[in-house]
């Protein structure tokens, strides 16, 4: 039975908006992590999870305006390609070489599959990819 509203929990929050949830990530991720917990380990699973993804939401909140556009004015470098697809929120290759943002050293960007590409310096988590 937990199993099953394991899936059902999991597939509630799967169909959620990504716009709502790049909107506030913190709150999100510490309420999803919180139901979660609570199915699987009752009250201290809640509070685990609830902490949890907290720190998951709060790791991929949006990069403010002025990030996104240093990164829009830089020279488009020679892009990288690698095989797998570019997600928010999954990380890239280690060998994929960043460049530094100045303005806020939170984040770095790469071309990658000819594409531009915000990431958290010390995850290669993709932050947001610029169109």
């Not at 199993?3 to 999991?10: C, G, V």
């Not at 020679?78 to 960043?98: A, C, N, T, Y």
Request: glycine share 10%; hydrophobic share 45%; proline share 8%.
């Amino acid at each position: 039975m937990k199993t099953k509203i394991l899936i059902l929990s999991a597939a509630a929050l799967g169909m959620m908006s990504t716009a709502a949830l790049a909107e506030d990530g913190a709150i999100t991720g510490a309420a999803g992590g919180a139901v979660t917990g609570a199915i699987v380990g009752g009250p201290v699973g809640a509070a685990v999870g609830g902490v949890v993804g907290l720190a998951a939401g709060a790791a991929l909140d949006p990069p403010p305006q002025r990030v996104v556009t240093y990164v829009e004015q830089q020279p488009l470098q020679q892009s990288v390609v690698i095989e797998q697809p570019l997600v928010v929120g999954k990380p890239i290759p280690r060998d994929v070489v960043l460049m530094p943002v100045p303005e806020d050293t939170r984040y770095s960007y790469a071309v990658v599959n000819n594409q531009r590409v915000i990431v958290d310096p010390r995850t290669h988590t993709v932050v947001r990819i610029m169109q």
